[in-house]
């Protein structure tokens, strides 16, 4: 599996934007980067995904890098409930298998 | 819609004994996947269901674990017998057949502790 790095952890203060990198200089072209986040206590959840262009939605927007070997994963106004792990996943989108491959992901923590 | 459950929510058993986990996915989803995240570790995945057939099952530890969907609904996870490295949260999630197959709809988890 195509492997991605993220830093450990990240701090944020509440109602201000927040970046999110993530480093997958090995991807190919037929995997997607996903994101999910885990809340604590919780299981992961979904926030959005892409392939080549910018992507928005109600979560979330997703930043890829022209050569695609990073991308960023941007929260525009954090809350306190969006402290998490994040986690960003290639996702082979060829065949019938979807499974998910987490990493350690990036621990986001918010200040109010 | 109605959410993936898992039951129960926290397990304690002793070495040796059997547990079995429950799942029950969000209704019309054909995908069910098992993921597991034993202490200090990453999530891992165990194995993926399209309706009752395993479709994927390779990260399955061993033996000791059963997993069925009979009837393509709900999904029971069997440790048997447990050992005290199966601790940790069990994940259970499901996805659409088609179109958003890709997005995972996770459960809760199920917390065990073997002793």
């Known amino acids: 599996d195509a492997k991605t790095t993220q830093p450990n952890s990240m701090e944020s203060n509440e109602e201000e934007p927040v970046h999110l990198p993530c480093n997958h200089s090995?991807?190919?072209?037929?995997?997607?980067i996903h994101w999910y986040r885990q809340l604590p206590s919780q299981g992961p959840e979904y926030v959005i995904h892409?392939?080549?262009s910018n992507v928005n939605n109600r979560m979330a927007s997703l930043a890829i890098a022209e050569d695609r070997k990073s991308s960023t994963l941007i929260l525009h106004r954090a809350t306190l409930r969006d402290a998490a792990v994040y986690y960003c996943?290639?996702?082979?989108?060829?065949?019938?298998?979807?499974?998910?491959?987490f990493g350690k992901g990036t621990l986001l923590t918010v200040n109010p | 819609e109605a959410g993936v459950t898992q039951f129960p929510s926290h397990s304690v058993i002793e070495k040796g004994q059997t547990v079995t986990l429950r799942c029950d996915p969000i209704s019309g989803h054909d995908n069910l996947y098992w993921y597991r995240r034993v202490m200090g570790k990453e999530i891992k995945f165990l194995l993926h269901f399209v309706k009752e057939s395993k479709q994927d099952e390779s990260g399955m530890p061993n033996n000791r674990f059963l997993a069925e969907r009979t009837g393509g609904t709900y999904s029971t996870l069997k440790v048997q017998p447990a050992e005290l490295e199966d601790s940790g949260v069990y994940f259970c999630?499901?996805?659409?057949?088609?179109?958003?197959?890709?997005?995972?709809?996770f459960g809760p988890g199920t917390r065990l502790t073997v002793t």
């Open positions: 999630a499901s996805s659409r057949e088609t179109g958003k197959a890709y997005e995972q709809y």
């Open positions: 996943i290639l996702f082979y989108s060829g065949g019938s298998n979807y499974k998910l491959t």
């Open positions: 892409g392939l080549t």
């Open positions: 090995t991807i190919s072209g037929t995997d997607y």
